[in-house]
Nanobody, 115 residues
């Protein structure tokens, strides 16, 4: 069984920063693309940023220049550095990873940005 566990969410004022982490654990043979999605109330889940095992990243236009996704392959961990946070970034952030060729989701971590 594979688990993704996120950490680092919380409450921050607009303009502030947070760093999310997500660790994959369990019976892991291969880890492919990892990344982050988010879902605000009454909205669909949307892509935030992803990073391949080779380090290629893909970011949503809404976070370009503010958020940075990275990973540590040795630790099976993906990070999301979020700077210049805005009220509209408030959402539950979900980690996603392709492990052993299957997609897995974390349980989600709440990020709340106060204006």
């Amino acid at each position: 069984q594979v688990q993704l566990v996120e950490s680092g969410g919380g409450l921050v004022q607009a303009g502030g920063s947070l760093r999310l982490s997500c660790v994959a654990s369990g019976n892991i043979r291969t880890v492919g693309t990892m990344g982050w999605y988010r879902q605000a109330p009454e909205n669909q889940r949307e892509l935030v940023a992803t990073v391949t095992s080779g380090g290629r990243t893909d970011d949503a236009d809404s976070v370009k220049g503010r958020f940075t996704v990275s990973r540590d392959n040795a630790k099976n961990t993906v990070y999301l550095q979020m700077n210049s946070l805005k009220a509209e970034d408030t959402a539950v952030y979900y980690c996603y990873a392709i492990v052993n060729s299957y997609g897995y989701w974390g349980q989600g971590t709440q990020v709340t940005v106060s204006s």
